[in-house]
């Protein structure tokens, strides 16, 4: 593999990890960064943006955080600081082009046609396919020269929450247009960085669309500049869980949701009779134990009016729950952040129209935390309309990947860190192990159809248990499951924990799988 040219896009959370991987196997591959600073997300994120994943589940499995962070979710700073050496520390950064955006990709060599047709995924089932395809790769650098590059394997690594924002649309008359202070998204916040973003809105009225992890950052940090003298209004359009920390009733939740046991409770994807009729007979329990939590977690909610109307199980399946920032309930005590809650809103000359308010909400500043488009990220990647119209699927399935990884129509190409899971940061690190084998010619992949029918499993399941938010394909409640399906592909031991009980009751985290390759067996051809 080692004179193979494997370009990476995206030098974020995932990117790093799979470069990593793929040196250790002598692959040097290039990685382009359309940024100037390593990170993704975490290079542009405010800076009272803090993680809401406890510090030991997001990971790197073979780079511990250093012993001087000890806070359970470490902040924006230090998780860019645990990048920077992970990247220093396994010679990552020197594969990095910084400034360089790949701007369009094409495949050569193979019609469309005759790809269309292949049973076997490139061909062969094999990484770089029977060598007969290449991929032509259009690159801009800061000046905007373009350049042309070759690759006999690429792998996507830009997320799903940055690049497009997701903006609402209004009718005629009724959007941003009619509104005379500004109005921005979240990623532009982000971008000011924190003195310019603070200067913004300090003394100003905002109001921020949304409330999931980057609306709540920045309604706090505008209530932290403005307090009650400028109240931040949170037009909310969607209840959601948001948690002030994983323990209900002090029974830390991850025992009731996110171990083995708990995935018994739960109908997966290729489970075969016996698990299924297991997780029929023991959905009761699932229930129980979603309301065993709901009725911790909404004490405080329903003081609000913020009780979600979906179950907190539905909520984790489809990773929408969120870690209240520091003081935020008694923020809205104070009235330094003030909840509006509607299904629809609009635009006029002083602000925002809510519905039920007898008058607009007056605004200097809107600031719409309204996500991302992950999927068009994917798609604009491609020059060909074949591969625009099948790499995101439709909106009535989930992005058609196999293991969250591979296009069973695109040939050598994998997507990492596209779905969502209980730490992106983990499941990256072994999709990135697992991909790695595959390139090392450690496993082929089944079939067209075969991994189609897998696609069609996993899709059932997400929309089984995810409701609307199905397309963020969100592996979470499963993840343990997930993760046995990478190691059998690997050829390794997928049970790591010392005992039955631990291995039923504990969680899985990226301390388990550590070395993970060391002791595995290649898959006979």
Avoid at 33 to 62: F, I, K
Avoid at 183 to 200: L, N, P, Q, R
Avoid at 319 to 331: C, E, L, N
């Amino acid at each position: 593999m080692e004179k193979k040219r494997v370009v990476i896009v995206g030098a974020g959370v995932s990117g790093l990890t799979v470069c990593k991987h793929l040196l250790e196997l002598g692959c040097r591959p290039t990685v382009f960064e359309a940024d100037t600073v390593l990170g993704g997300v975490w290079a542009r994120a405010p800076a009272c943006t803090e993680l809401q994943t406890p510090r030991t589940m997001y990971q790197y499995s073979d780079f511990p955080w250093p012993d001087s962070v000890t806070e359970v979710f470490p902040n924006h700073r230090q998780v860019v600081a645990y990048l920077d050496a992970y990247t220093r520390h396994f010679g990552v950064l020197g594969c990095v082009r910084f400034g360089h955006r790949v701007v369009g990709m094409e495949y050569h060599g193979v019609g469309e046609q005759a790809m269309a047709a292949w049973e076997e995924w490139a061909g062969n089932g094999q990484a770089f396919g029977s060598g007969a395809g290449e991929w032509r790769l259009s690159v801009a650098d800061a000046d905007g020269h373009v350049e042309t590059h070759k690759a006999d394997f690429i792998v996507l690594c830009m997320g799903r929450f940055s690049g497009v924002p997701n903006i609402p649309t209004f009718p005629a008359g009724k959007g941003p247009e009619v509104f005379d202070g500004q109005v921005i998204h979240s990623m532009d916040y982000a971008k000011m960085g924190t003195s310019k973003a603070k200067e913004m809105i300090r003394g100003k009225r905002v109001t921020v669309v949304g409330y999931l992890k980057s609306a709540l950052d920045i309604a706090a940090e505008c209530a932290e500049v403005n307090g009650t003298a400028h109240p931040c209004t949170m037009v909310v359009r969607t209840k959601h869980w948001i948690l002030p920390d994983y323990f209900a009733w002090g029974f830390h939740i991850s025992k009731l949701y996110l171990n083995r046991f708990a995935e018994l409770l739960i109908h997966k994807p290729g489970e075969g009779l016996l698990l299924s009729i297991l997780a029929t007979l023991l959905s009761p329990l699932r229930w129980a134990f979603s309301k065993f939590a709901e009725s911790y977690y909404s004490i405080p909610m329903r003081k609000h009016g913020m009780v979600p109307d979906h179950s907190l199980f539905q909520a984790l399946a489809a990773a929408t729950i969120a870690i209240t920032p520091k003081d935020h309930y008694k923020r809205l005590e104070e009235g330094s952040i003030v909840l509006k809650k509607s299904k629809t809103f609009s635009f006029c000359k002083e602000g925002v129209v809510v519905e039920g308010e007898p008058s607009p909400v007056k605004s200097d500043v809107v600031i719409f935390g309204t996500g991302f488009n992950g999927d068009d990220k994917i798609k604009d990647m491609f020059t060909s309309e074949y591969f625009q119209s099948i790499a995101a699927g439709s909106e009535s399935t989930t992005v058609p990947l196999y293991r969250e990884c591979i296009h069973p129509k695109i040939p050598q190409l994998a997507v990492i860190g596209y779905s969502e899971s209980i730490a992106n940061m983990y499941t990256s690190d072994i999709r990135a192990k697992w991909l790695a084998r595959f390139l090392d010619g450690g496993f082929r992949l089944p079939n067209v159809a075969a991994m189609q029918k897998d696609v069609l499993e996993w899709e059932k399941y997400m929309k089984r248990y995810s409701g609307r938010y199905f397309r963020r394909s969100s592996i979470l409640i499963l993840h343990t499951w997930y993760n046995d399906q990478l190691c059998r592909d690997m050829g390794c031991n997928p049970r790591r924990k010392k005992g039955f009980f631990s291995e039923l009751f504990e969680v899985y985290g990226p301390g388990d799988y550590a070395n993970l390759l060391s002791n595995s067996k290649p898959k006979e051809q």
